[in-house]
């Protein structure tokens, strides 16, 4: 019986080589998958963006019909929700009303006891109180259940660039008792406190820039009611046919958030390689070694000069504070380099608000 040609064996045959899928060999090693593409010349993510290529991010304000003020913004697989609504904290006779305005103001008695959400009022020095919550199915890393430690380190962090940045002008949180002939510091009768809550709806990485440009596009475009105090009530009435806007600071703030992904050296002497990526996602955030964010502020009054193509360069932006969490490896000519990336997308951020503002209601 003849056998076919195909069944005959040699002994110099070679078996076939081993080889895998994309998706096989990105689940089986993630970090090589990644390395190989940042090898390449020039190199390219995954994602197909280059290095210093952030997503394409949309903005949409006023959404929420009963907030005060929102916004969603995406970028890329990473989507946000951001509502701002405010309550009044009335001043009761005998407090000092400076303590409300303290952006870092120690926990006292006092914060523990009028500080609660529940109970209708901000804590002292606590006007502004961000809170930032992952939906059910935001990503598949964070199981269901009470808030793990990313949504409760995501809001510590926000509520220390509220602070850091002076975010809020707290002269506008104000309410005064406008028929007093009292001095003018004891006019004050209350506040408004501003609950500030961040919705996760989808997480695909650097969920800080998306969440921290949320908040500042919601307070931007947030009109409380224009509260005044009765003296003859002796309370704090609001006219909800008034209102006004929450006062901004005149350069806003914007964060720009990189990841320094480790390489292998071929040559086996010297310091080992790396790149750093522009607004990682949450694949090249698994893989990174150092996480850097750069706080920039862009001043509004230059940008409303100007068209909304108008190009970056002539935007006043400055680095304003850098934080760095992980190793060592990110030096002072990667901090240069990444700034000036962090100048340019902050431009790009304003740009965007100051376009979505002038947009026909």
């Known amino acids: 019986m003849s056998t076919l040609p195909s069944q005959v064996s040699s002994g110099n045959s070679q078996p076939p080589p081993l080889t895998f899928s994309t998706s096989l060999f990105r689940q089986i090693s993630p970090a090589l998958y990644l390395q ?7 190199p390219t993510r995954p994602n197909g963006r280059s290095p210093f290529q952030c997503r394409d991010f949309t903005l949409t304000t006023n959404s929420l019909s009963h907030a005060h003020g929102s ?14 609504r405010g309550e009044i904290l009335t001043v009761a006779p005998g407090d000092d009303p400076s303590r409300f305005e303290s952006y870092h103001s120690s926990p006292t008695s006092a914060t523990h006891a009028c500080g609660s959400r529940g109970a209708g009022g901000a804590s002292w020095g606590g006007l502004i109180v961000p809170n930032v919550e992952l939906s059910t199915g935001c990503s598949k890393k964070y199981p269901l259940g009470p808030p793990g430690g990313l949504a409760q380190t995501l809001s510590d962090q926000l509520h220390e660039l509220i602070n850091v940045t002076k975010l809020v002008s707290l002269d506008s949180l104000r309410i005064y008792d406008k028929g007093s002939d009292l001095d003018s510091t004891m006019k004050i009768k209350g506040y408004w406190s501003l609950y500030v809550d961040v919705l996760c709806i989808s997480l695909d990485g650097n969920i800080l820039d998306a969440a921290w440009y949320a908040i500042v596009a919601a307070l931007k475009s947030s009109r409380l009611p224009l509260a005044c105090w009765n003296q003859t009530e002796e309370r704090i009435f609001c006219d909800a046919s008034l209102n006004h806007p929450i006062s901004l600071r005149q350069s806003l703030p914007f964060t720009t ?6 390489l292998p050296n071929p040559e086996g002497c010297g310091d080992e390689a790396a790149v750093l990526l522009n607004d990682p996602d949450s694949y090249e955030e698994d893989e990174a070694c150092e996480i850097l964010t750069i706080l920039s502020t862009t001043d509004l009054s230059t940008v409303q000069g100007h068209a909304p193509q108008s190009p970056s360069g002539r935007l006043r932006t400055r680095v304003e504070k850098i934080e760095k969490k992980g190793g060592w490896k990110i030096g002072i000519s990667h901090i240069e380099s990444c700034s000036h990336l962090a100048a340019s997308k902050a431009a790009q951020y304003i740009q965007s608000l100051t ?6 209601m």
């Open 36 to 42: 190989r593409h940042l090898l390449h010349s020039p």
């Open 71 to 84: 916004a969603v913004v995406r970028a890329g697989d990473t989507a946000v929700v951001c509502g701002i």
């Open 257 to 262: 958030t990189f990841a320094l992904i480790p």
């Open 355 to 360: 376009k979505e503002q002038l947009a026909p």
